[in-house]
C-alpha cells in the first residue's frame, strides 16, 4: 500500500491499518520529519501525480519480493512542510525481525535518493530548488532510476 | 499533447504552447521547447512520456502526456 498526499497523516492510525494486515512475526516502522539544519524555514516537495506513485509501488514490490515481506507501506507527503513536520511513514512486516529491519533501512534509503520528487528549501526568506539527493543524509550512495 | 514540468521547470508555463503538427517526436519537441526555454534542452532533462521514463528519441502522438524532469532530489 503506498499513498503520496499533500495533507499530513497520523501515524498512529497508519500503524493500526498496517498491523491489521501485517500477519505474524515482526513488524517494523520509520517515521522521517523535516529537519531544521542550516536554517531551513520550509521544505516544499513536487511531485508528478500518478509517475511518483507508480514508482514508488515499484520500489515497495521490489522490497517486498526481494526481503520476502509479508506486507509493506509508504505514505509520503508533498507540499509545503515546515521543520517538525511529519513527511514519510514507512512500515515493512515479515515473519522475523531481520527481515522486517533490513528491508525498512533499504526501502526508507532508496526513497531517499530515488523517489521522483523535487524539493524546494527555504532558507533566509529566498526558496531554492535541490538538484540532487542531499548529501548530508550519512554517506548513502546516490542512486538514480534507471 | 500534454506538456507538464516538474521542480525547477514548474514555473514555465509549457501547457500553454500549441505544439505544432511538425513535432512527432521527443527530439523534436525538446528543440521546439527549447527555442522559448534553453533550460527544457539541457541534457540533464529527463523525459517521460505517458508516464513512462524513455531514452533517445521516441515518436510521439498528439494525445501523449509528455512531462519533462529535472534531476529527483529523493524523497
Known amino acids: 500500500m503506498i499513498r503520496v498526499q499533500r495533507q499530513p497523516f497520523d501515524a498512529a492510525e497508519e500503524l493500526r491499518a498496517f498491523m491489521a494486515r ?3 512475526g515482526a513488524v517494523a516502522t520509520f517515521i522521517g520529519t523535516v529537519r531544521a ?3 531551513v524555514e520550509a521544505l516544499t516537495l513536487d511531485h508528478y501525480p500518478g509517475f511518483t506513485e507508480k514508482q514508488i509501488t515499484a520500489l515497495v514490490s521490489a522490497m517486498i519480493d526481494q526481503h520476502r515481506l509479508a506486507a509493506a507501506a509508504v505514505v509520503h507527503r508533498f507540499g509545503r ?12 512486516a515479515a515473519p522475523h525481525r531481520r527481515a522486517a529491519l533490513d528491508a525498512l533501512a533499504e526501502l526508507v534509503e532508496r526513497l531517499k535518493t530515488e523517489a521522483p520528487f523535487w524539493k524546494k528549501e527555504q532558507r533566509g526568506g529566498i526558496e531554492h530548488w535541490l538538484d540532487v539527493p542531499r548529501a548530508s543524509d550519512e554517506a548513502s550512495p546516490e542512486r538514480t532510476l534507471p | 499533447m500534454r506538456l507538464l514540468a516538474f521542480g525547477k521547470l514548474s514555473h514555465l508555463n509549457v501547457d500553454d504552447l500549441a505544439v505544432p503538427p ?51 532530489s529523493g524523497g
Open chain 1, 81 to 92: 512542510m515546515q521543520p517538525g513536520d511529519p513527511i514519510l511513514f514507512a512500515a515493512t
Open chain 1, 37 to 39: 539544519e542550516d536554517g
Open chain 2, 22 to 72: 511538425t513535432v512527432t517526436d521527443t527530439d523534436a519537441l525538446r528543440r521546439f521547447l527549447g527555442q522559448r526555454w534553453p533550460q527544457i534542452a539541457a541534457p540533464e532533462i529527463r523525459i517521460a512520456v505517458n508516464q513512462t521514463l524513455v531514452q533517445g528519441v521516441v515518436p510521439l502522438s498528439p494525445d501523449d502526456e509528455i512531462a519533462f524532469l529535472p534531476p529527483m
Open chain 1, 22 to 24: 501485517a500477519g505474524e
